[in-house]
């Protein structure tokens, strides 16, 4: 059974950071392309960033390129985001996503191709 659980939401003013984990379990990670979505309230959930298992190559929505970054650590079986230059509209639930074994789609940017997702973890942007 796939579990994903995120960690390291919390409040922060404008401009400040956040570091968001994902611990993942009951999945060969190192073969899984890993996502961030976020959903704000009243809006659709929407793609963040992924990172690709084969070549750890990264893809992002065009409102967080050059403020977040995506990365994973397949010995610990974790994925990150580390978020600067936060904004009140990064105010969202973020949710970690795992795709399906050997597949490469959402590691190119394709939302559909989450499989597996977690609990989510509340991130705040004060003005």
């Known amino acids: 059974q796939v579990q994903l659980v995120e960690t390291g939401g919390g409040s922060v003013q404008a401009g400040g950071s956040l570091r968001l984990s994902c611990a993942a379990s009951g999945v060969t990670f190192s073969t899984c392309d890993m996502g961030w979505f976020r959903q704000a309230p009243g809006i659709e959930r929407e793609f963040v960033a992924s990172i690709s298992w084969r070549e750890g190559s990264t893809y992002y929505q065009d409102s967080v390129k050059g403020r977040f970054t995506i990365s994973r650590d397949n010995a610990k079986n974790m994925v990150y985001l580390q978020m600067n230059s936060l904004k009140p509209e990064d105010t969202a639930v973020y949710y970690c996503?795992?795709?399906?074994?050997?597949?490469?789609?959402?590691?190119?940017?394709?939302?559909?191709?989450?499989?597996?997702w977690g609990q989510g973890t509340q991130v705040t942007v004060s003005s």
């Open positions: 996503a795992a795709g399906s074994r050997f597949s490469t789609a959402l590691g190119m940017g394709i939302p559909s191709a989450a499989k597996d």
